[in-house]
Nanobody
Framework: QLQASGGGLVQAGGSLRLACTASGRTFSSGTMGWFRQAPGKEREFVSAIRMRSGTTSYADSVKGRFTISRDNAKNTLYLQMNSLKPEDTAVYYC?????????????????????WGQGTQVTVSS
């Protein structure tokens, strides 16, 4: 129901734009987010957005470099990643929640999300 795309191999300092398209249900009243998982590490929060209000949250490690956005008409979530660093290398997952239950302070919590995409690999070379 969530299909992530846009990953790839890029040099440090480069940019990528990830997209996550939802099908089968709408997330326009809920929250969607991006998480990532590097080899041997736990899944970590990257960014999230309230689909109706556009309120956003970012991990400190990506603030100023990544921008999350959404297109409710297309039921699609985006993550624009600029100034990429080798430490950004990971599988990036999109996640969603439809009921609008996630409070701002809990957007970082993967357990708060009900739906997950399959992940897209981002590799940043030094």
């Amino acid at each position: 129901q969530l299909q992530a795309s846009g990953g790839g191999l890029v040099q440090a300092g480069g940019s990528l734009r990830l997209a996550c398209t939802a099908s089968g249900r709408t997330f326009s009243s809920g929250t969607m987010g991006w998480f990532r998982q590097a080899p041997g590490k736990e899944r970590e929060f990257v960014s999230a957005i309230r689909m109706r209000s556009g309120t956003t949250s970012y991990a400190d490690s990506v603030k100023g470099r990544f921008t999350i956005s959404r297109d409710n008409a297309k039921n699609t979530l985006y993550l624009q990643m600029n100034s990429l660093k080798p430490e950004d290398t990971a599988v990036y997952y999109c996640a969603g929640e439809t009921g609008g239950r996630i409070i701002l302070s809990n957007m970082w919590n993967p357990s708060a999300y009900d739906y997950w995409g399959q992940g897209t690999q981002v590799t940043v070379s030094s």
